[in-house]
């Protein structure tokens, strides 16, 4: 089953963001699905004729986290745009970040510097199921 790109246009003349903007990374995530399908494909056929020994299945295999990974996290970032724009620090969350962090204050410059490092130039916040630690990464 192919995975298909969401409709996003609904983002355009947001405040704070471009339609330049939003329209690249409309494009980007397009990109992602795409790349997606395309490497499900070929890793699939390669499964069905037994090459999965093989050093083209094995960097397949490692690319299709990268596209994966950047189609699933644009979802993430489209469908969370939107709000006040500021972790209300007396809420549930507010008081689990502040906890974690020291203050929602330090959080949101951990944040802040994490989302402008040079790299992948993503940021999430999330809590580890396991050890149960909220962790901006």
Same mark, same amino acid.
Request: aromatic share 12%; no cysteine; hydrophobic share 40%.
């Given at each position: 089953?192919?995975?298909?790109?969401?409709?996003?246009?609904?983002?355009?003349?947001?405040?704070?963001?471009?339609?330049?903007?939003?329209?690249?990374?409309?494009?980007?995530?397009?990109?992602?699905?795409?790349?997606?399908?395309?490497?499900?494909?070929?890793?699939?056929?390669?499964?069905? %004729?037994?090459?999965? /020994?093989?050093?083209?299945? =094995?960097?397949?295999? $490692?690319?299709? &986290? *990268?596209?994966?990974?950047?189609?699933?996290?644009?979802?993430?970032?489209?469908?969370?745009?939107?709000?006040?724009?500021?972790?209300?620090?007396?809420?549930?969350?507010?008081?689990?970040?502040?906890?974690?962090?020291?203050?929602? %204050?330090?959080?949101? /410059?951990?944040?802040?510097? =994490?989302?402008?490092? $040079?790299?992948? &130039? *993503?940021?999430?916040?999330?809590?580890?199921?396991?050890?149960?630690?909220?962790?901006?990464?």
């Amino acid at each position: 089953m192919a995975y298909a790109a969401k409709n996003y246009e609904k983002l355009l003349g947001m405040e704070g963001f471009s339609e330049t903007l939003l329209k690249n990374h409309f494009t980007l995530y397009q990109g992602y699905v795409t790349n997606t399908n395309k490497l499900l494909d070929i890793l699939g056929g390669m499964l069905a %004729e037994g090459k999965t /020994a093989t050093p083209e299945y =094995a960097e397949l295999k $490692r690319r299709l &986290g *990268w596209e994966f990974n950047g189609m699933r996290l644009h979802e993430y970032y489209f469908e969370n745009l939107g709000g006040k724009g500021a972790l209300d620090a007396g809420s549930r969350l507010g008081k689990a970040v502040a906890a974690e962090f020291g203050s929602v %204050e330090k959080w949101e /410059a951990d944040f802040r510097a =994490a989302g402008a490092m $040079r790299g992948i &130039g *993503w940021v999430v916040l999330y809590q580890d199921a396991v050890g149960g630690r909220l962790i901006s990464q």
